[in-house]
């Protein structure tokens, strides 16, 4: 049984920074992407970060330059460092893995940006 475990969210000001972490648990061969997704409320999910086997990563108009995905493929664990947080990163946060050709997801964490 895979288990994805989000971490590190919290409240923060406006400018702010946060760091979550995600580790995956149980039997697991092969990690093809690492990502992140947020949904905010009222919203639909949406993608923020991904970083795929070859390491490429991909994100966001919204939070390029801002955030930075990285991933410790040894301890099956990925990160997401936010910087100048926003009011519009407020959303519960999602850590989602591809293993083996099935998508895998965290039980959420919410991210709250006061201004």
């Known amino acids: 049984q895979v288990q994805l475990v989000e971490s590190g969210g919290g409240f923060v000001q406006a400018g702010g920074s946060l760091r979550l972490s995600c580790a995956a648990s149980?039997?697991?061969?092969?990690?093809?992407?690492m990502a992140w997704y947020r949904q905010a409320p009222g919203k639909e999910r949406e993608m923020v970060a991904g970083?795929?086997?070859?390491?490429?990563?991909k994100y966001a108009d919204s939070v390029q330059g801002r955030f930075t995905i990285s991933r410790d493929i040894v301890k099956k664990t990925v990160h997401l460092q936010m910087k100048n947080l926003e009011r519009e990163d407020t959303a519960v946060y999602f850590c989602?893995?591809?293993?083996?050709?099935?998508?895998?997801w965290g039980q959420g964490i919410q991210v709250t940006v006061s201004s």
């Open positions: 970083i795929a086997g070859g390491g490429v990563t």
């Open positions: 149980g039997t697991i061969y092969s990690i093809t992407t």
């Open positions: 989602n893995m591809d293993i083996r050709g099935r998508p895998y």
